[in-house]
């Protein structure tokens, strides 16, 4: 047997021993995905409190939130009554905001999407749960590690050239069940901005799923924590949900 037949025996030879999610834990592109997947679903209808601490006192929140494919999201508050109606529109690259007491729409410019969302933790990015960091990050897996009977792989994601994105780096951590279990923010010049982390995990919807999520700062000890409450995926979502009328005027 040459040489290039002994290698080639020997590619095949392993080729066929590796299992379709060994393969995929090699790819942190597909890991990503999945816990996104894992999160949204092809689509989605979410119940969620929120805790918002400051260090002037707590504030709470509950809200429904609605997906539809990878590009539409629908997020409106629904208490306390100073708050509800509050909403917010995400179709694609586009994202409008509803007040109900200037009852205005008003479309966010790409730079907004990294600002607070209602005064919370989290940035109308985060509320969105869109595709970006899937598509507009290079991820690299920097470690596999066990941990509570589950594989734990730990992912780096670098802004792509070009992308208008303000984090230098995100630090994506997810389960072999693609639970998302935490992601740290670091901007350009790689100091830590704030973390995402998953306090618990429940089986909502008939899959493991991130049920509290907490966003600190890194600098603070405030916190915004969103506990899900109840969910449903691969749903019937009527698609006028996500437009602007229904954003306005929404329907029972």
């Known amino acids: 047997?040459?040489?290039?037949?002994r290698r080639s025996f020997i590619f095949l030879a392993t080729a066929t021993i590796i299992?379709?999610?060994?393969?995929?834990?090699?790819?942190?592109?597909?890991?990503?995905?999945?816990?996104?997947?894992?999160?949204?679903?092809?689509?989605?209808?979410?119940?969620?409190?929120?805790?918002?601490?400051?260090?002037?006192?707590?504030?709470?929140?509950?809200?429904?939130?609605?997906?539809?494919?990878?590009?539409?999201?629908?997020?409106?508050?629904?208490g306390p009554a100073r708050d509800a109606g509050n909403a917010t529109l995400q179709v694609g690259n586009r994202?409008?905001?509803?007040?109900?007491?200037?009852?205005?729409?008003?479309?966010?410019?790409?730079?907004?999407?990294?600002q607070s969302w209602m005064g919370s933790d989290f940035s109308y990015n985060d509320m969105n749960k869109t595709?970006?960091?899937v598509n507009d990050y290079t991820h690299t897996l920097l470690e596999t590690r066990r941990s509570g009977g589950h594989s734990i792989y730990v992912i780096e994601s670098v802004p792509k050239r070009g992308r208008p994105i303000?984090?230098?780096?995100?630090?994506?951590t997810v389960r072999d069940d693609f639970v998302l279990l935490g992601q740290d923010f670091y901007d350009q010049r790689g100091q830590l901005v704030r973390s995402m982390?998953?306090?618990?995990?429940?089986?909502?919807?008939?899959?493991?799923?991130?049920?509290?999520?907490?966003?600190?700062?890194?600098n603070s000890n405030e916190f915004t924590r969103m506990?899900?409450?109840?969910?449903?995926?691969?749903?019937?979502v009527p698609t006028y949900l996500?437009?602007?009328?229904?954003?306005?005027n929404p329907r029972n």
Not at 55 to 67: F, I, P, V
Not at 96 to 111: E, T, Y
Request: aromatic content about 6%.
């Open 197 to 218: 982390t998953t306090d618990r995990v429940g089986v909502l919807g008939g899959r493991p799923y991130p049920t509290v999520l907490t966003m600190s700062s890194a």
């Open 1 to 5: 047997m040459n040489t290039h037949t």
């Open 227 to 236: 506990t899900t409450r109840s969910a449903e995926f691969n749903i019937e």
């Open 19 to 78: 299992t379709p999610n060994i393969a995929l834990a090699q790819d942190a592109t597909s890991i990503i995905r999945a816990a996104y997947d894992n999160w949204r679903a092809t689509s989605s209808h979410a119940v969620i409190e929120v805790l918002i601490s400051r260090s002037s006192g707590n504030r709470t929140m509950t809200m429904e939130s609605w997906t539809l494919g990878e590009e539409k999201a629908l997020v409106r508050i629904t």
């Open 131 to 133: 595709e970006q960091t």
């Open 166 to 172: 303000v984090w230098g780096k995100l630090i994506i």
């Open 95 to 114: 994202t409008w905001v509803f007040n109900p007491r200037l009852s205005q729409v008003i479309q966010l410019p790409a730079s907004a999407m990294s």
């Open 242 to 248: 996500f437009t602007r009328s229904n954003l306005q």
